[in-house]
T-cell receptor, first 111, second 114 residues
Framework: EDKVVQSPLSLVVHEGDTVTLNCSYEVTNFRSLLWYKQEKKAPTFLFMLTSSGIEKKSGRLSSILDKKELFSILNITATQTGDSAIYLCAVYRGGSEKLVFGKGTKLTVNP | NAGVTQTPKFQVLKTGQSMTLQCAQDMNHEYMSWYRQDPGMGLRLIHYSVGAGITDQGEVPNGYNVSRSTTEDFPLRLLSAAPSQTSVYFC?????????????FGPGTRLTVT
């Protein structure tokens, strides 16, 4: 059975802190791993990672994939209150047309 | 482009009632899907479609029906609502090109079944 496990499930930090969110997976025929940010409404796309060791970066957010150890991390530096959200990790299985989601990490950034 | 739209935004049903959640996209995407999101559970796939006339079951299909008569629309039907179907429902679409696995989500429908 496919599994995507995120940790921690929730995290509370102060503005300016750096956080690391984790996503491990066991998925048949892995093709790609995706990160989404969900504030009050729909998830919005952050990154798609397909190759090991290549960092994707967007402003203060960055992510990397390790296909040998089957995990990814999402880093957020100099956190702001606007980073408060649920961060979802999903894995795309080849041949299945499906994204398998983890349960999410709820990040709260306090001023 | 409106992207992915969903109606209604909120709905309250009584147990046993039926209803249809509407989803439409104007990006000419082949792939469309329905998810439900419950607290602490992430997103779980209900049904999906890879093109007009083709649908398949996801992880939690029981109690739901779908059809895809056009590329644009993918309605989700609740046949006889149950309190266990209280949830937030998201529709998503994707262009279904090799190497492009990102899905675009609608704003969601919050459903309460009493």
């Amino acid at each position: 059975e496919d599994k995507v496990v995120q940790s921690p499930l929730s995290l509370v930090v102060h503005e300016g802190d750096t956080v690391t969110l984790n996503c491990s997976y066991e998925v048949t025929n892995f093709r790609s791993l995706l990160w989404y940010k969900q504030e009050k409404k729909a998830p919005t796309f952050l990154f798609m990672l397909t190759s090991s060791g290549i960092e994707k970066k967007s402003g203060r957010l960055s992510s990397i994939l390790d296909k040998k150890e089957l995990f990814s991390i999402l880093n957020i530096t100099a956190t702001q209150t606007g980073d408060s959200a649920i961060y979802l990790c999903a894995v795309y299985r080849g041949g299945s047309e499906k994204l398998v989601f983890g349960k999410g990490t709820k990040l709260t950034v306090n001023p | 482009n409106a992207g992915v739209t969903q109606t209604p935004k909120f709905q309250v049903l009584k147990t046993g009632q039926s209803m249809t959640l509407q989803c439409a996209q104007d990006m000419n995407h082949e792939y469309m899907s329905w998810y439900r999101q419950d607290p602490g559970m992430g997103l779980r796939l209900i049904h999906y479609s890879v093109g007009a006339g083709i649908t398949d079951q996801g992880e939690v299909p029981n109690g739901y029906n779908v059809s895809r008569s056009t590329t644009e629309d993918f309605p989700l039907r609740l046949l006889s609502a149950a309190p266990s179907q209280t949830s937030v429902y998201f529709c998503a679409s994707s262009p279904r090109r090799e190497g492009t696995y990102e899905q675009y989500f609608g704003p969601g429908t919050r459903l309460t079944v009493t």
